[in-house]
């Protein structure tokens, strides 16, 4: 079992910025992928940026030149620095695992084996 918990949501105006925590606990590998996703309401659940355990990365387009994904403390906490914040950002954001997985997996919802019971991220203009 992994346990995924965020933190770092909260209310800011457009043009801001936030820095989102994952701190991942339980049994984890060393072949994996994280994933930050969001869930505005009556949208679907979408990806927004990966990182696999050698450090690659990769973010959706509508994010790209404002989001950063990192990792440390030997890759068990995972972070989202978001700058520039849109008030289309506005959504629940979750943090996601995936076991023995290549970072493509984390473009997907179904990807994912572990989920965080997410963090509100609120944009206003």
């Known amino acids: 079992q992994v346990q995924l918990v965020e933190s770092g949501g909260g209310s800011v105006q457009a043009g801001g910025s936030l820095r989102l925590s994952c701190a991942a606990s339980?049994?984890?590998?060393?072949?994996?992928?994280m994933g930050w996703f969001r869930q505005a309401p009556g949208k679907e659940r979408e990806a927004v940026a990966a990182?696999?355990?050698?450090?690659?990365?990769t973010y959706t387009d509508a994010v790209k030149g404002r989001f950063t994904i990192s990792q440390d403390n030997a890759n068990n906490t995972l972070h989202l620095q978001m700058n520039s914040l849109k008030p289309e950002d506005t959504a629940m954001y979750y943090c996601?695992?995936?076991?023995?997985?290549?970072?493509?997996?984390?473009?997907?919802?179904?990807?994912?084996?572990?989920w965080g019971k997410g963090t509100l991220v609120t944009i206003s203009s």
């Open positions: 996601a695992y995936a076991q023995f997985a290549p970072i493509a997996s984390c473009r997907y919802v179904s990807g994912m084996d572990y």
């Open positions: 339980g049994r984890t590998y060393s072949t994996y992928c």
């Open positions: 990182i696999d355990n050698d450090g690659s990365t």
